[in-house]
């Protein structure tokens, strides 16, 4: 099909090859949705939440309670990630992987709290196995709740506070990069506060050693809402879904995803490059090409947000664009 696929784009009104990485991304969803008239239906943003036990090692700009206090803010419609999906036709769903705190029933809110954060893992894994598997199986839960609605795009994003660090944790140990390329300011930690991270980053590998596999690097280093995206993420490639990651700590989700099932490639789109020192090393590990890079460091799926129009005008054309036989122009 994938030969069908790509006669179809080069038979449009235009000359070969020059819409770019647009015809590159009609051909991959039109072979992820096996389809010559592939259509997306409710896309949606994913963001999922989570508290970190690190964060009580000061490794973050940001005291732990912001954790909370931005779900209630994507709650009630008033952060980034909002205001794009609101510009672009996305719904949005939040997730509470594991924040501190309760939530009350509140429309767009999924409640899948594993505990009130994770453990601190300078002192002891972030996660017991029984964590790790109930949320591994939640994340798969809500892209299969998802699919069966009736979506087929599914943007991932987050929000934890330490959650960069964790995210550092995890690259370095299964990309056997050193942390120090790894991690970075996160919330806008600097000068001295930014070499205290890396020093509590050190002493957390030295505790813990090399990991080295993607279940047990998540369960050490990780947060709930990481795995919870990983989890979501090969669901979603198994759903046969289009993925839109967003910055650092989801394309590490992604990783961890990636090292179970490299074909996760293939329904995978990166949608920018991040402001966060580690995540352009990240892609190169990864062959990966990001498509936008505008400095966006935010999280929250605000990248994958912002990118989906251009993703979404891949289809318009590979649909709505006339053929050189029905526009009656010569080749």
């Known amino acids: 099909m994938e030969a069908e696929i790509q006669e179809k784009i080069n038979q449009k009104t235009k000359p070969l090859g020059s819409l770019g990485r647009l015809e590159a991304i009609a051909l991959q969803v039109a072979k992820v949705q096996k389809s010559l008239s592939p259509q997306f239906s409710k896309p949606t943003i994913v963001v999922f939440t989570g508290d970190h036990g690190l964060a009580k090692e000061a490794v973050s700009a940001y005291p732990q309670e912001v954790t909370y206090q931005m779900v209630l803010n994507f709650l009630h419609g008033g952060a980034a990630i909002n205001v794009f999906c609101k510009a672009n036709g996305l719904d949005l769903t939040v997730v509470d ?66 959650n960069t660090s964790a995210a550092s944790l995890i690259m370095s140990d299964l990309c056997g990069i050193p942390i120090e390329e790894c991690y970075g300011s996160g919330t806008g930690v600097v000068g001295d506060a930014l070499q205290h991270k890396l020093k509590i980053l050190q002493q957390v590998q030295e505790k813990h050693g090399r990991q080295g596999e993607s279940s047990k690097s998540l369960q050490i280093f990780g947060g709930f809402e990481i795995v919870q995206m990983s989890a979501a993420m090969l669901t979603a490639y198994e759903c046969g879904m289009t993925l839109l990651i967003d910055g650092f700590i989801s394309t590490v989700a992604y990783l961890a995803a990636y090292e ?27 062959q990966a090409e990001p498509l936008l890079d505008l400095q966006l460091r935010l999280g929250e799926g605000s990248a994958c947000a912002v990118a989906y129009p251009i993703v979404r005008n891949s289809l318009d054309f590979f649909n709505g664009m006339a053929s050189f036989a029905s526009a009656g122009v010569s080749q």
């Open 97 to 162: 992987c594991g924040v501190i705190g309760e939530f009350s029933e509140t429309a767009g809110l999924l409640h899948a709290k594993i505990a009130h954060g994770t453990n601190n893992s300078l002192h002891e894994p972030a996660m017991t196995s029984e964590q790790y598997q109930r949320a591994w199986q939640s994340g798969e839960k809500i892209v299969k709740d998802l699919f069966r609605s009736g979506c087929n795009l599914v943007g991932f994003g987050e929000m934890g506070i330490g």
């Open 260 to 286: 179970m099932q490299e074909r996760l490639a293939d329904n995978a789109i990166f949608s920018h490059v991040s402001g966060e020192s580690g995540h352009r090393k990240l892609l190169n590990y990864l």
